[in-house]
């Protein structure tokens, strides 16, 4: 798997824009890609890629990128598995650091971040969970458990199943 910086990933969109060969792809949700992207990038969402390996087979290279470089690398694994021929590149750091390193992003959307989203659902169940304990039944701890134990895997691997799950309401389509 070959990886870039920021910097080389801006220069090959700068250079192999109109190159046919090459192809420029993020891998984040639908909603995440409205919410902010990287102009010359087009979305091909993580869980659809292997409905696009004829496509991308047709590509001599293709770079792959997502919020911060977890998901790149696992479509760049999925991709390998699912037999595609062409070079695949993953950005290195992803959108934080293409913003980091003051690049612009396009935006096309008015609504909440996914991240805030989560950060706003998992803060609620938290606090729910624990006034349900205090106040009505001991029970009710497994609500701040089963979030704490989401939020631990979501810090691990770079996969969010409640970020995944507020992806697709309808507010975020």
Not at 20 to 27: A, E, G, L
Not at 136 to 159: E, K, M, Q, R
């Amino acid at each position: 798997m070959k990886h870039i910086s920021i910097s080389a990933f801006k220069e090959a969109i700068e250079r192999e824009a109109n190159n046919s060969t090459v192809d420029f792809i993020n891998v984040c949700t639908p909603a995440e890609y409205k919410e902010k992207h990287i102009k010359g990038v087009r979305s091909v969402p993580l869980d659809t890629l292997h409905s696009r390996i004829d496509e991308l087979n047709k590509k001599k290279t293709v770079y792959i990128h997502c919020r911060s470089g977890n998901r790149g690398r696992q479509a760049i694994e999925k991709l390998l598995s699912l037999g595609v021929t062409a070079e695949l590149i993953n950005v290195e750091g992803g959108l934080l650091a293409w913003e980091e390193a003051g690049h612009e992003t396009v935006s096309h959307t008015s609504r909440l971040p996914i991240m805030r989203q989560v950060f706003i659902g998992a803060g609620g169940l938290v606090l729910c969970g624990v006034l349900l304990t205090h106040f009505v039944a001991y029970a009710f701890i497994l609500i701040p458990f089963f979030v704490s134990l989401g939020l631990l895997v979501s810090g691990l691997t770079g996969w969010c199943g409640m970020a995944l799950l507020l992806s697709k309401m309808p507010w975020n389509k």
